[in-house]
Every structure is written in structure tokens, then in C-alpha cells.
């Protein structure tokens, strides 16, 4: 019985510690979680790296759609009315296996047909065959023989040893169709190959977004300010930045949309409609009446839900096609009171520099007036929820004395 009683108390000293362990890593990690949503400047900006975004998103930052198309009718056939968009939306590793299986699949097709105008020919009865008797395909007595026949008829090889005589036209006709079917299938996958190659896709991937936007004080206007820069040296022209604000909207009617979007009108110093993007350029949206955001304040920031695409067109200088770059930002990744970090120098022998290891980086705005604002705000609040409190005991006291 001692022992057993000495087993059972070493047993709950065990799960006590256990569980103080388990408060203490919790109350740790909550702790991260704070720390992380304050996270301290680090060389003069913050650490974006460390900031996690919980919130579902439409957009990725990386510019895919999250959106998922469920519960479709014939989505299937939609896809074989548009094939040739089907196929340059493929992976690579889909097209590329497409590919090898539409030559192996025509080649096999075509060989049986061929094997099958043999066997209904009489051509695999070889001691049948008389010296005058010509078979429809020379040399082709087995389906592998009609495969290797339909291999060197596609790809034109003509190796010699196998070929077509005078004695089927059908036979004939059967190589002209043959030819002609397959040419038009290389056409059709060929085509789709340069188009997926040419695509604007990856030049679009080389159009970097800063990872936060900030809110601060631009020639007298409070701003929202992100970031962009082009990462290659060949030009973007028609450069045009616009924003997608996604939130949940009620009408006066009562209905609800889930994600109503509103335009946000970006500029470049408040002025130029398409910028020349050859350095790293902060493009600016005034929060003013016209905004939609302009109930943003630093208080109710982090409170809010919605999140804001960005967009930008531009033309590719070098193949004069269009691409698209996007990002998404949510409230955690908007940062009040900040600007970021200038990553454009002069360098000693003349030459404008662009330092993209402070791309990222934010610092404190330099305005101090952008601060005192919040406390001057929050003492005439004070003074006026004052002055009301007097006015009630004020009118109180009055009451009182009249109803004596």
C-alpha cells in the first residue's frame, strides 16, 4: 500500500509540472502573439517578416485568387468549349505529359488502324501470298510493324524498309487523313506552348510590392503609402496603379454583400497618373472625404475588416504586352504613424543606387504633429464629456430645488 500511495504522489507531482509547463508555454505564446503584433523597429523599420496575417484573404500576397469555383453545372464541358485557354492554363507538368501522350496515343491510334486493313487484306497471311499479290503496307505483318509504320509516316522518317503500295486505296487515304489530322494537332499543341512561353506572367512576378503599407502625413494630406519597385532593367511603360477596397457592405435595404468593392485612387506625388517606373516609387492615396477610408483612425485600424487589392497594369516595353501585378493588404499589414525607409542614394561616381535590403524597412514619421493630434483629440473629448457632466448635475440640482 506504501508504495502504491508513493506512485500515485509521484504521479500528480508529475502532472502538476506538467501542467504549470503547459500554462507557462501558453502564457508565453500569447505574449509572442502581442509582441509580434508591436513589434519593436529594427535598423530604423520593422520586421515584416515576422507579422502573420490570420484573416482569410481574396488575394494572396503573391497575387493568386483564394477564391474557389464549387458546385458548377458542366464546368467540364465549359472547359472543352474554351480548350485552347484550358490548355495554357495548364502546369507545365500536365502540358508536358499531354504532349508526349497525344504523339504516343496518334501513333497507336493510326498502327491499329493500320494492323486492322492488313488483317482484313489478307497481309498477315504471308504463305498465303502470291508472287503477284501486293499487300496494302509492305513489311507490316504485326501490330508492332503497323506501330513503327505509323511512327515513320507522322515523323516523316521513311526509313524505306516499310512503306504504302497501289493495292488499298483506302490505305491511302487513311496515310493523307493521318497526316493531316496530326499536323493540325502539333499545330494546336505548338501554338499553345509559345503562347503559354510568352505569356506576361513572369514579368509580372518580377514586380516587387512592399510586404505593409503605412499611413502617414504627404505634402499636408494624410496618405496611405505602399511601396513598388521593378526588379529588372528593361522598362515598364503605361504604368497604372489602382486599388480594389473588399469589405462587408449593407445597403438600406438590409442586404448584405459579403465583399463589395470600392475603388482607391493611387498617385504618385499626389499628381502623375503613369509613372516612370525605372527606380523603386511610393505611390499615395489621400484619406480624405472622398476615400474609402477615411473612417480609419489609429484606434479602430487593427478593429476593422477588409482588405485592400492592389493592382498594377503595365506594358512591357520589350514585347509590348500587358501584365498584370498583384497584392493584397490587410488591416495588420497597414502601419499608422510610419513612412518607409528611402532606398534611392547618390553614389560617389555619379550613379543613382537603389538599396533594396531597405525596401521593406518602416520608421517612425518625423512629424510630430502627426502624434499630438490622437491626445489633442482625446483632451477636447475629455473637456467636452466634462462639460456635459456639469451640465447634468448642474440641471439635477436645479430640479431638486424646485420640486422643495
Not at 10 to 36: D, G, P, Y
Not at 213 to 232: D, F, S, Y
Not at 239 to 267: D, H, M
Request: aromatic content about 10%; glycine content about 4%; hydrophobic content about 40%.
Amino acid at each position: 500500500m506504501s508504495l502504491f500511495k508513493a506512485l500515485k504522489k509521484t504521479c500528480s507531482v508529475i502532472k502538476k509540472s506538467l501542467f504549470s509547463r503547459e500554462t507557462t508555454e501558453a502564457v508565453s505564446m500569447e505574449t509572442t502573439k502581442v509582441n509580434m503584433s508591436r513589434v519593436p523597429l529594427v535598423n530604423g523599420g520593422i520586421d515584416t517578416a515576422m507579422l502573420k496575417a490570420h484573416k482569410p484573404r481574396v488575394m494572396s500576397k503573391s497575387g493568386h485568387s483564394n477564391v474557389r469555383i464549387d458546385k458548377v453545372d458542366g464546368i467540364y464541358l465549359l472547359y472543352l468549349q474554351d480548350l485552347w485557354t484550358t490548355v495554357i492554363d495548364m502546369k507545365w507538368r500536365y502540358k508536358l505529359t499531354l504532349f508526349a501522350a497525344t504523339f504516343v496515343m496518334t501513333w497507336f491510334l493510326f498502327g491499329v488502324i493500320y494492323y486492322a486493313i492488313a488483317f482484313l487484306h489478307g497481309d498477315l497471311e504471308i504463305n498465303k501470298f502470291t508472287p503477284k499479290r501486293e499487300p496494302c503496307v509492305k513489311n507490316v505483318d504485326s501490330l508492332t510493324g503497323a506501330f513503327l509504320f505509323s511512327l515513320e509516316s507522322q515523323t516523316t522518317i521513311g526509313y524505306g524498309f516499310r512503306f504504302i503500295t497501289e493495292e488499298c486505296p483506302h490505305a491511302i487515304f487513311l496515310l493523307v487523313a493521318q497526316l493531316v489530322i496530326t499536323t493540325l494537332i502539333e499545330i494546336f499543341i505548338t501554338g499553345t506552348f509559345l503562347a503559354k512561353i510568352a505569356r506576361p506572367k513572369k514579368r509580372a512576378e518580377t514586380i516587387k510590392f512592399s510586404h505593409c503599407a503605412v499611413i502617414t502625413k504627404h505634402n499636408g494630406e494624410l496618405c496611405l503609402v505602399i511601396r513598388v519597385a521593378n526588379m529588372r532593367k528593361s522598362l515598364l511603360i503605361q504604368c497604372q496603379l489602382s486599388g480594389k477596397l473588399l469589405q462587408t457592405y449593407e445597403t438600406k435595404e438590409g442586404e448584405r454583400i459579403l465583399l463589395n468593392q470600392a475603388s482607391v485612387k493611387f498617385n504618385v506625388d499626389s499628381s502623375s497618373e503613369s509613372p516612370f517606373l525605372i527606380l523603386p516609387l511610393t505611390f499615395y492615396h489621400i484619406l480624405d472625404e472622398s476615400s474609402p477610408l477615411r473612417d480609419l483612425t489609429p484606434q479602430n485600424l487593427k478593429e476593422k475588416d477588409f482588405e485592400l487589392v492592389v493592382l498594377l497594369n503595365a506594358t512591357v516595353e520589350s514585347t509590348s504586352a500587358v501584365c498584370q501585378s498583384r497584392t493584397s493588404y490587410i488591416p495588420e499589414e497597414i502601419h499608422w504613424g510610419y513612412e518607409f525607409v528611402p532606398v534611392v542614394s547618390l553614389s560617389p561616381n555619379g550613379k543613382y543606387v537603389a538599396d533594396f535590403s531597405q525596401f521593406e524597412k518602416i520608421r517612425r514619421s518625423t512629424d510630430s504633429t502627426f502624434y499630438s493630434m490622437d491626445s489633442e483629440k482625446q483632451k477636447l473629448e475629455e473637456k467636452y464629456r466634462q462639460e456635459d457632466q456639469r451640465e447634468r448635475e448642474l440641471r439635477t440640482m436645479l430640479l431638486q430645488q424646485s420640486n422643495v
